[in-house]
């Protein structure tokens, strides 16, 4: 059974820090790969970024690539999204999903991920 878990949400001030996890089940890092999403109240879903461990790449929206980072440790079949200089417009709820590179880095709202994880709710005060 495929399954993704993401955590490591929580509150910060602006400036502040957070490293997300999304541990997967079901299938290994080789085998799919991940996505980063968010969805803010009363806004789309949008894509953050995007890992494939077997093509060797990454993909940032945006310019969200100066602040985020996407990584993985395949031992512990687990991607993370570190995330520096929280600003308030970076509330959202942060999901993982799995599927191939090209959906997650060409359709922004996830059109093509195959499997969503439950998300983790980060917010950040002013």
């Known amino acids: 059974e495929v399954q993704l878990q993401a955590s490591g949400g929580g509150s910060v001030q602006t400036g502040g820090s957070l490293r997300l996890s999304c541990v997967v089940s079901g299938f290994t890092l080789d085998f799919d790969d991940i996505g980063w999403f968010r969805q803010a109240p009363g806004k789309e879903r949008e894509v953050v970024a995007c890992?494939?461990?077997?093509?060797?790449?990454?993909y940032y929206a945006g310019i969200l690539e100066e602040r985020f980072a996407v990584s993985s440790d395949n031992a512990k079949n687990t991607v993370y999204l570190q995330m520096n200089n929280l600003k308030p417009e970076d509330t959202a709820v942060y999901s993982c999903?799995?599927?191939?590179?090209?959906?997650?880095?060409?359709?922004?709202?996830?059109?093509?991920?195959?499997?969503w994880g439950r998300g983790t709710q980060v917010t950040v005060s002013s």
């Open positions: 890992i494939s461990i077997r093509e060797f790449r990454t």
């Open positions: 999903a799995s599927g191939a590179y090209y959906y997650c880095s060409t359709y922004p709202t996830g059109f093509g991920m195959n499997y």
